[in-house]
């Protein structure tokens, strides 16, 4: 068992020790959630040296037969794209659980164990190489979410709850028959064996096979993202949510989508995401701008930012699909910028609820006259989030727009407009909410940020700072990983021919034999 | 056939063990009630239990001496074995949670439990039989019980409703089955599986493949109706939702499996070689049987009612194994039986305890609130839908699994791609089972709920620790189907 085994163990056996918690002792949980969180991340950094030192490849392996016959193992492992995303996902469950404190007073042990399962599934995610694995823990992070809105979210919060669990497991149930299929013609499902099948040529999956078998996986991923015209969950599921939910939702669970694109989609089935790739970058082109433009007219805070998620995670999708180094090595970038800037945005409008109890942008006016260090931490977020240079989404935009760029310069041309729109949509909800006259009702209830509500904020601020600035932390070991998905993204694609020969490839006439 | 009389070998009665066990415990149970007064019932409650352990532990010693028994009437081999021990657990379970029931409605009797011990009898010999008279007295001997136990409490309109449905319909189907068999007989000469397998190759069966299709589809609508199949499930919700809730949990469970058992045996090896031609049969079967299922299940109130237009859904995924007709898709069935069971039987428990007296609380509305008043019964019923959903490390998902596989394996793409889209419908009704228990404020209902008794409480943990364990390490059960699914020919 090494760190990784006990990275994806610990959260389970929270999870089921928070349930043996006498009801009773409230502070008992939460004591219990915060403590083993904070040690779970601090165990987490114990996977970053070893993985960046190495540069490529896979980490921290551990493969065992789970079941028999059919072969299903437990075969986890990480690499640099993985690492960074598990780190945020443990990252984001002690800052969760703080912003969580007094806002949840109603079934705490349920809340508490919930968030620990669902950062067992989060990990478990990132760090499966083995495609049922991987379903596995894809399905066991909706269980918790589901309660988590369902219980603790707001007025229409079981509508919200049921669209966001029948929206995913219509897809993946697609994504599960695909898995089957893969299995029925390798044998197995173990992510890298299929891989070194397909790099030596002994697994060739002709056209018709990739297609179907392509969208599948895509689908599933894409109602993840969410990709326009797959999103009308994810406001839904936003509003809805409890502050924590939104936060753990919007910074890992959406990047669960795009990782998974990243992981499979590109590496299995190289062909089909080359050839399908103009008509994805179009719905992302379309939800960069749509998403930001809807963000604009929002009259409610928690649904503004997630349209401007909608309009983010456009941007990663952007990335990927464009093939080359920056594109992906942004849009790895980007996940985690978002994560830590939507994140902190929404546990920022979450104080605000808990203070005013409202989320409706009218509702607000004049807070940083009341609430000076809000509102900074506000300020900077809002900053970040627009893409200033020095903070975080300046350098994941910027990567994704060149990659873009490479790829088709109009797609650069038409997703800078949503970097634009993100700057009106985010400074004027800014300007209503924080600056100008202060109304009475503002004025009585909003108060400055707490102790406990600024340790959860500063990591995120830190961090915003940090990945602005010393990118290298992140990228050397993500671009390795993305280097390598690439690579294997030329494996078993007919326009191999294409590429090395663009000037030609009008002429070349020639793509359906396999 | 058997061509000059000779008596049975001991062999052979020790492979008939099971049966005449529960038979003579059943009579047993019927004199005993008549001999001991009123204080006295809980004992024959204790000794059904009794005789089903005895007859699992005859079905296990039986299964260890393989064979045909009865001048070939009866074959044990490793598939009738299992599908034994899985109808005896469903047996086991069912009587465990009716104890409390019974005695809250007033209605508990030894002829109860006989009915139960006579149906399971009726039902292992179905699991055994090898020889189509065999399957017929198997089918009646389960199905006479099992009406009589639809309407067991004879004062209620509802259970009378169900029973004479369950009694005029059932009846129609098994003349279609006894046509069948009549029809088999005057084609090849026998009612024994092997021997009509062995007819079929014959050239001058062979060259008339519409009658012997005739014959097969007679057949085939007995079995669907058996175990509601489209367009043969009509019956189903109306049966199951006037049947007294821990007979619903049994009839769901225990006679299905048996029939799916007789099914896969008939189809298997008697038609084996005409698979190319009943395969579109029972895909379109299976497909109808989904579809009708989940969508008429997306509106209903009433939580016994849902839970059956959900077992006809179950019933069309084990249909799609049984399209696949493989030895994989066998596995696969049998698998996904033994799990359903588990399943459907924790949820109908839950429902036989939460209803009170006179079934008084069975909507899904009245169970608002379950999770805040009983966090436990809320938590294990929530293991049981999310094992219905199929939701990854519950039984239910490695059933789907398995069977999607198997079909994936027999190259039957749509149909796989269908039923797996059929199981995401099922989750929003599975799903306001629980958004009611967990989301909703309590009401009336919840708050003057009781804790269930220790035999209810035994089937819940029961029932959930086998989903969990088989969520965990499905290999504990899918080696033992692996072993067994081999028909004996």
Sequence with gaps: MNLLDLLIALPAAGFLAALLIPRSSENGVRMLALGLSVAIFLLSLGLVGPVSAAGGGRHFETNVPWVEAPSIRYHVGIDGLSLWLIVLSTLLTPVCVLISWRYIDKRVKEYYAFLLLLE??????????????????????????????????????????????????????????????LYTRTGTFDYTVIQSLLATGRLTLSHAEQAPLFWAFFVAFAIKVPLWPLHTWLPDAHVEAPTAGSVMLASVMLKMGTYGIMRFCLPLFGNAAREFAPWIVACSLIGIIVGALVAMVQPNMKKLVAYSSVSHLGFVVLGIFSFNQPGLDGAAYQMLNHGISTGALFMLVGMLYERRHSLEIASYGGVASVAPKLTALFMITTLASIGLPVLNNFVGEFLVLQGAALANFNWAVYAATGVIL??????????????????EAVRRHVGDINMREMAAMAPMVILMVWMGVWTQTFLGSIGAANARILEQSKVNVEYQVREATPAASGAQGVHGGN | MATSFAFPSAQEYIRFLPEMILIAAGTLSMALEGLAGDGHRRGTAFLAILAILAASAGAVYAGANPGPAFSDFLI???FATFFRLLILTVGALSVLCSASYFTREEADSGEYYALILYSLAGQCILATANELIMVFLGLEISSIATYILAGYLRNDARNNESAIKYFLLGSFATAFLLYGVAWIYGITGTTNLSGIRAAMAEPAVASAPWIVGGAAALLFVGFAFKVSAAPFQAWTPDVYQGAAAPVTAFMSAGPKAAAFAVFI????????????????VVWASALATMVIGNFAALTQQNIKRMLAYSSIAHAGYVLVAVTAHSKVGTEAAMFYLAAYAFMNIGAFAIISH????????????????????????????????????????????????YIFKAALDSNLIWLTVLGLLNSAVAAYYYLRILVVMYFHEPGEAVESATPASFGTQVVLWGSAAAILALGFFPSLLLDFARQSATLMR
Aim: proline share 3%; glycine share 10%.
């Design chain 2, 76 to 78: 044990i081999d490793g």
């Design chain 1, 422 to 439: 993100s700057a009106c949509y985010m400074l004027w909800m800014f300007q209503r909410a924080f600056l100008g006259e202060t109304p």
């Design chain 2, 265 to 280: 045996r008939v189809f298997l090896t008697g038609f084996h070689g005409m698979g190319d031609r009943w395969e579109p």
């Design chain 1, 120 to 181: 067992c599934g989060m990990i478990g995610v990132f760090a499966s190489l083995d495609l049922f694995l991987f379903y596995v823990f894809w399905e066991v992070t909706l269980v918790p979410m589901y309660f988590l809105i369902g219980i603790w979210g707001h007025d229409r919060r079981i509508y919200a709850t049921v669209k966001f669990f029948l929206y995913t497991m219509a897809g993946s149930v697609l994504m599960l028959a695909a898995i089957i299929y």
């Design chain 2, 354 to 401: 939460f209803a009170r007296k006179g079934e008084k609380y069975v909507r899904v509305d009245d169970l608002a609130g379950l999770a805040a008043r009983q966090p436990v019964t809320a938590a294990l019923f929530t293991v049981y839908l999310l094992s219905l959903i199929g939701v990854p490390l519950t039984a239910g998902f490695f059933g789907k699994f």
